[in-house]
Structures are given as structure tokens and as C-alpha cells.
């Protein structure tokens, strides 16, 4: 399969108090941009065929001539880049789809999640990954979670999907993007009663699933993972400051 890295935020919001650096990508880390750490797992992977990275190709020169690498212009939202990297593909092949904000990845996270989709029939599978996880690894990080009734997890940022997720389901994905860091009303685009389970903690992986795949005319799937890798992103300082101190070593 083929590859997509979603590298061309502007660095405009929290970051920019730490790093000057005019995309999120390219912040520095240990000595390379944070965009390298993504490319050298993706690298290690051997099903991995090409690796599209939406985002200018400054950030990483040493890979421009490569021909494993396709570089792409990034649209005005995650989702319009996502639908370049695509284009710029022309396959209907399954892509995995990662954001260019989580150094941690490793090799073995990106082959467990893998291994865990194989078995399984669907056109978008979407990681998550447990608090204990997290906890028990990275104390005391920082991250966004949700309260199901299997229990307390946070969002990955590792997707595998179909192209035809993208070409059809654009709009919706949009909406469903925008409110990523608002649990609550992403929940709302599933519906009352997932809203009401939501403030229980009864909602399961299984009904979301269901919502998500009737919401979208797809075969949706929960991937959890056991990698707090997959689930950290640098979205702020005290992100940044933790992926120094474990890459710096």
C-alpha cells in the first residue's frame, strides 16, 4: 500500500511561542524536523510502496529526488490535502493516512496497527489508543479523552481508508475533522442517542462503528491500539518539550 503524511499546517497557534519555524513540520527536533521522525518509520515499513507528503519538499531536501517520494501542494483544510495526496496516487489501493505531528511513531506501532486491520473487512479504520496506555509509559501527558464503556481513550493519528471514503464523504468529513478536539460535539454528528450514551459512559466501540459507517455509506472500524505512540502528537510546548527529551536520547 501507499502512504500519505499530512505535513502542511502552518505553525500559527500554540508552537509558534517555542519555534520559529514557519510549518509545524519542520520544527526542530534533536536535530532534524519533526516531519523526518514520521518519514523514517514510514521508511522502515516494508509493505509501505510510496510515501506522498503533502507540504513543501524544503523540509525534507535529502528525499526530493527520490522516487519513492511524491511531494504535493497542501489544500485549505486536512481533508482538501488528504484529497491532493490522493490525486496525486491515482489508485484505489487502501492508503494510510498519518499527520506529520507524531515523532514517537515507530516502525512497530505502524506494523501492529496494520496487523490489526488485516483481518478485518472496511473502508476506514481509525486507531485509538487507551489512557492506561498512555499512563503508564508517559506519565502525566496531556491529551484529549473520551470515556466509552470499554473504556477511557484518546484519538490516534493513524488512519487507513479507502480513496472513495474521500471522493464521496468530502463535506462530512470535513465537519467531522473540524471538531476533532470536541468529543462531545463530534459525538453529536452521530446522533441523540450517541450523545446521551456518550454522558453515561455506556457508548461502546461497537455502536460507534455502526453510526459512523451508516453516517458515511462505509464500512467503519475501531483499531485499538497498545502504542501511546500512535495518540501523541506535538500540539503544544509541553508536547514539544517531552519529544525532545525521549529523541534527544
Known amino acids: 500500500m501507499n502512504a500519505i503524511v499530512l505535513a502542511g499546517a502552518l505553525n500559527k497557534r500554540w508552537l509558534r511561542q517555542v519555534s520559529p519555524a514557519q510549518y509545524e513540520a519542520e520544527i526542530e527536533i534533536a536535530g532534524r524536523p519533526m516531519l523526518e521522525y514520521v518519514v523514517l518509520a514510514l521508511e522502515r515499513v516494508q509493505r509501505i510502496k510510496r510515501i506522498v507528503i503533502v507540504g513543501s519538499e524544503k523540509m525534507l531536501a535529502n528525499k526530493a529526488d527520490e522516487t519513492r517520494f511524491i511531494f504535493v501542494e497542501p489544500g485549505p483544510s486536512i481533508v482538501e490535502s488528504l484529497e491532493n495526496g490522493i490525486n496525486a496516487l491515482t489508485t484505489l489501493e487502501p492508503v494510510l493516512v498519518l499527520t506529520s505531528d507524531i515523532p514517537l511513531i515507530t516502525k512497530e506501532a505502524l506494523e501492529d496497527f496494520l496487523n490489526r486491520c488485516d483481518p478485518q473487512s472496511g473502508d476506514l479504520f481509525y486507531s485509538f489508543v487507551p489512557k492506561t496506555v498512555n499512563d503508564q509509559k508517559y506519565p502525566g501527558v496531556q491529551r484529549t479523552y473520551v470515556r466509552l464503556k470499554e473504556g477511557v481513550f484518546t484519538g490516534g493519528n493513524i488512519v487507513l481508508l479507502s480513496p472513495k471514503v ?12 473540524t471538531l476533532r478536539k470536541k468529543p462531545l460535539k463530534l459525538c453529536g454528528l452521530l446522533g441523540w442517542c450517541c450523545v446521551i450514551k456518550f454522558f453515561s459512559g455506556t457508548l461502546t466501540v461497537k455502536e460507534i462503528e455502526a453510526r459512523v459507517s451508516e453516517a458515511l455509506g462505509v464500512r467503519a472500524v475501531g483499531i485499538i491500539s497498545p502504542y501511546p505512540e500512535v495518540g501523541i502528537d506535538v500540539d503544544k510546548p509541553s508536547d514539544l518539550r517531552l519529544a525532545r527529551e525521549i529523541l534527544a536520547k
Open 166 to 177: 474521500i471522493r464521496e464523504k468530502k463535506e462530512m468529513l470535513i465537519k467531522a475533522v
